[in-house]
């Protein structure tokens, strides 16, 4: 309980439009395309107070629809990209009409 209160204290939500307008101007540090950047959604952006950073959680879609456990962990500082983890699924439009086919016929 009292980490919560604590975590809580040291945190502020960030607008998810802002933390999107943020990851697309470091889209070229993160690896991100006009396409990749069409194709997510911010699960959840706050700044850290204690680290001073910004986090953004980025999750990757598909037709709108979240893609199940692909999420890019962001954390950026004066605006600036200081750390980046996870991936996402390339090519992720053929994949979909691969397994739509094969499970249609």
């Given amino acids: ?5 604590v975590l809580a204290a ?13 990851v697309s101007g470091n889209k070229n540090a ?3 395309t ?3 950047l069409d194709n997510s959604i ?6 850290n107070a204690t680290a001073g950073t910004q986090m953004i959680y980025l999750q990757q879609s598909y037709k ?3 893609v199940l456990n692909l999420i890019q962990s962001l954390a950026f500082k004066n605006g600036t990209l200081v750390s980046a ?3 996402r699924i390339k090519g992720i439009e053929k994949l979909s009409k691969m397994f739509i086919y094969s499970v249609t016929t």
Wanted: net charge negative.
């Fill in 1 to 5: 309980m009292f980490f919560s209160a």
């Fill in 30 to 32: 993160i690896g991100l």
């Fill in 85 to 87: 983890a996870g991936q």
């Fill in 42 to 47: 911010v699960s959840n952006a706050y700044f």
């Fill in 64 to 66: 709108g629809l979240p």
């Fill in 10 to 22: 040291n945190s502020q939500d960030i607008d998810k439009s802002a933390a999107l307008k943020l």
């Fill in 34 to 36: 006009n396409e990749d």
